[in-house]
């Protein structure tokens, strides 16, 4: 640490030592924040600690790699869709023998699960064990005849929101089109009136704001795969980027 | 020749401050959404405030007509006339304007709000110049214009101050920081921990071939070609609407 020099006396000098302490302060400053940031990263809540430790049926591990628990979904923004159950509407079609159109009313008249499923967002929370209540996206296969040429479903969104998910995932049990968790209607900022759920792919998969289901022979990657995305985005897999 | 350079310099600087100036409004909508959007995994969207609250009421009969198990929803939550409503399965949805939403389920009401912020909320609009005309050639505009003035802040000043030492050390030590970074972190695919991937998935008993032979997974109960019965209709009592197939 040099002396500080007699300011009175070399008046000059006042103007350099001050902008070099200022600019010590700073890098001080940025130095403490990012080091506090960094610690409360790596210090993992016990949530967290318990789900690293648990196992899936399937015999992966209960929480992906690189993610942390949340006990809510975190908003995380998109193009809303004006959010009324009023005049949602539900196009089923592309290869199917029967496309349809369902009101909200009558999505409830189709036959519903309620599922316990884990989510995962890409930018690294996931939320465990939520009670997700819809129609399972197989189901709506089933009625509207799907034609065995089909190998990708594209889940539909307000605004022109597009995700592509492999028949595999989008046939599992627990993926849904939804419009329930944990007892609640879902607020405007996480889909409602009706999103999708495809829990084992990263969670920008599962649209919000849903206004069709689409099932497709070729891929064709959507909003977030055209723009750095993965893919496929399993998130055993760390699947994030493209 | 040394009158041209002096000019040259001072038509520099004088463009550097007067865009300085022009950038200010920019800078702040996009350095403040930028750090919304960086801490978007701690912060979630900031761009509105959502609240929502729960309460409970006598269950509410089937055979209650519509018009009053609205009111009577409607009187729980201390809210008046609905611009909407929707009463689907065992939910009775409430829709008023402005962001305000009330579910009734069973003998659950929530009521849910949601609201823009004032200046947090317009900041992150505008950052993603998507869905948007005229910003996008805006927003391209004020990008040329911070390239501007990054290296006019170059060439503004000569000597010790300038490229000849400060200016150097700073613009090498700007570079440097991204570059090591990258370095260190191993680039978009070393931030990957390739140990906790192999270990979260290897349990995974059976190998799956690639996705293009992976044949299409069959449905539980196959569609049927007979003509369906009311008990074996997949729809259940959902009245669908048939669609044209699309071309």
Known sequence: MPEKPDLDRYPELAERWNRRNFIKSAAAGTALMALGGAFVRLAADDLTKAARAATRPDGRSKLPPGQRVLEFLRPMGGDAG????????????????????????????????????????????????????????????????????????????????????????????????????????????????????????????????????????????????????????????????? | MVEVKKRWRAWLRALHRDFGYAAIGFTVIYAVSGIAQNHIEDWGDVSYK??????????????????????????????????????????????????????????????????????????????????????????????????YLAFSGIFMIKGKLGLKWRGTILISAGFAVPVLYVALAGGPDGQRDTDAIAKAAAPRAKSTPPEALTPAPTLTTPPSEATPTIDANPAGSAVLVPLPPDE
Request: with cysteine.
């Open chain 1, 82 to 242: 004006d959010g009324k159950s009023e005049t949602f509407k539900l196009r089923v079609h592309g290869l199917v023998k029967h496309p349809f159109e369902v009101d909200y009313d009558n999505l409830l008249k189709l036959p519903q699960v309620e599922k316990i499923a884990d989510v995962h967002c890409v930018t690294g929370w996931s939320m465990l064990d939520g009670k997700w209540k819809g129609v399972q996206i197989k189901k709506l296969a089933e009625v509207a005849e799907i034609k065995p040429e089909a190998r990708f479903v594209i889940l539909e969104a307000a605004n022109g929101f597009t995700a592509n998910i492999p028949l595999k995932e989008a046939f599992a049990d627990n993926a849904l089109i939804t419009y329930r968790l944990n007892g609640k209607p879902f607020a405007l900022d996480h889909g409602a009136p009706v999103r999708g759920l495809i829990p084992d792919l990263y969670f920008w998969k599962s649209s919000k704001w849903l206004t069709g289901v689409k099932f497709v022979k070729d891929d064709q990657p959507g909003f977030w795969e055209t723009r750095g995305y993965h893919n496929h985005a399993d998130p055993w897999k760390e699947e994030r980027y493209g």
């Open chain 2, 50 to 147: 959502a609240t929502e609250r729960t309460f409970s009421i006598p269950a509410i009969a089937d055979s209650v007509p519509d018009a009053v198990a609205v009111k009577t929803v409607a009187d729980a939550a201390g809210l008046g006339v609905p611009q909407s409503s929707t009463r689907a399965g065992d939910e009775l949805r409430l829709e008023y304007g402005d962001g305000v939403k009330v579910t009734a389920i069973g003998m659950t009401v929530t009521v849910q709000t949601r609201t823009r912020r004032a200046f947090i909320g317009i900041a992150n609009w505008l950052h993603t110049a998507r869905h948007k005309k005229a910003w996008k050639y805006l927003s391209d505009a004020f990008a040329v214009l911070l390239l």
